[in-house]
């Protein structure tokens, strides 16, 4: 590829142009802090030392990020579950109180079951709504893997093959259906 064919399409200059992967690989960095925790009050411990480890990240990169690959969540399954502890709450206070313990116990046990049933089959469901995106998201990130960035228009492009893309529209791009120019 030829340094003209990299020219963003908007300005027409290269000298700001660059691979949109590369930039955020680049912006994503590991961090480690030392740091030191005082002893407790009229202690004879000597100070703690810890170690924090994370990442940090451009907001650059942050936006350049490649597109997010589908997966089933199971926060459905959580949320059921605090939903059951909640309801059920009540149910274990009158039982405790009452005389109807086994009634409540058997209705306890049957809204859990179905509580448990209704979160799982959400959690399957979300799990073949991610497989049958995966061929769309596919050709999204090769789509991006092309992708070349201009800082100073601050937009995307596949040099050769299309205009210059907003960087705030990147993924509705990624996403749209491919056309003949924008495939490789």
Known sequence: MTNH???????????KVQK????????????EQEAWMPPPPKSDLPPLRTKQKGTSQTGLSARLAP??????????ILTVLVLV?????????IAWMSDWVNDICGAFIAVNLLAWLIGIAIYFQQRENAKAR?????EAV??????YYCARCDGVFIPGK????????MNEFLFAEPTEATQA
């Open 5 to 15: 064919e990299l020219n963003c399409p908007q300005c027409n200059q290269v000298d």
């Open 20 to 31: 949109a992967s590369a930039l955020y690989t680049s912006g994503i960095s590991a961090i």
């Open 67 to 76: 597109p997010e690959k589908p997966a089933a969540s199971l926060s459905c």
């Open 85 to 93: 502890a909640i309801l059920s709450l009540p149910l274990s206070i």
């Open 134 to 138: 995966m061929p769309q998201w596919e």
């Open 142 to 147: 090769r789509r991006w893997d092309q992708l």
């Open 162 to 169: 299309t205009p210059l893309i907003s960087i705030g529209r």
